[in-house]
């Protein structure tokens, strides 16, 4: 009597919609925050947040990052590289960029695109976009990657580049290729929905 079936819930990646200023603003999925030892993500069946893998060593994501709903990483969006076969298969990454802190994920937000590094992983396109919180105090004048402060974009670089490493190896799956700016990361946003359609069927 008054108690919502729980299968009502929306799942992340298909279920939720994006925004009416679309693609200039973007819904957000959290998944990691840059206190997290653990690497979540989301488990593609049931919607759920899953361990990845504990984070590696002293690695820390330093911004809040997760994925566009009703996005797909697929041959549109590694059209734009030269290097990658295909995308990876996943829904397009997203890193958040705010002056406040977010203390856990699993959470919906709404960002700005400002730019993206375009990271070529095992021959596969896997680009990650960054974009600034709407509302945020501090970047609310920042409108392309070109105006976030170096040291921010240096240690997004690191990040990506070291991640699946461990100490000793030397041989990295993981290049950036390119870093870009908003309108090209407009573009590909817009080829990641193309590809999600084709993924999904419609």
């Not at 893998?53 to 809040?64: D, G």
């Not at 030269?82 to 990876?88: L, V």
Request: glycine share 8%; aromatic share 10%; proline share 7%.
């Amino acid at each position: 009597m008054g108690t919502k079936n729980p299968s009502s819930v929306a799942h992340p990646w298909h279920g939720v919609e994006q925004s009416k200023k679309f693609p200039s603003e973007v819904v957000v999925f959290v998944e990691v925050i840059p206190t997290d030892v653990m690497k979540y993500e989301i488990d593609k069946d049931s919607g759920l947040l899953k361990i990845d893998r504990p984070q590696r060593f002293s690695n820390y994501c330093p911004a809040p990052y997760g994925f566009l709903p009703k996005t797909y990483s697929g041959d549109k969006v590694a059209s734009f590289s030269k290097a990658a076969t295909k995308g990876d298969g996943d829904p397009l990454d997203f890193c958040v960029i705010t002056e406040r802190p977010i203390v856990h994920g699993n959470i919906l937000l709404k960002a700005r695109p400002i730019g993206g590094i375009r990271i070529i992983d095992k021959g596969e396109a896997d680009d990650k976009l960054l974009g600034v919180l709407d509302g945020d105090g501090a970047y609310y004048n920042t409108a392309s990657i070109e105006d976030l402060p170096g040291s921010i974009l240096d240690r997004l670089k690191h990040y990506f580049m070291t991640y699946k490493l461990a100490p000793g190896e030397t041989k990295n799956p993981v290049k950036i290729e390119e870093i870009y700016g908003q309108k090209e990361a407009i573009s590909i946003i817009e080829a990641s929905v193309l590809d999600y359609r084709e993924y999904i069927g419609y």
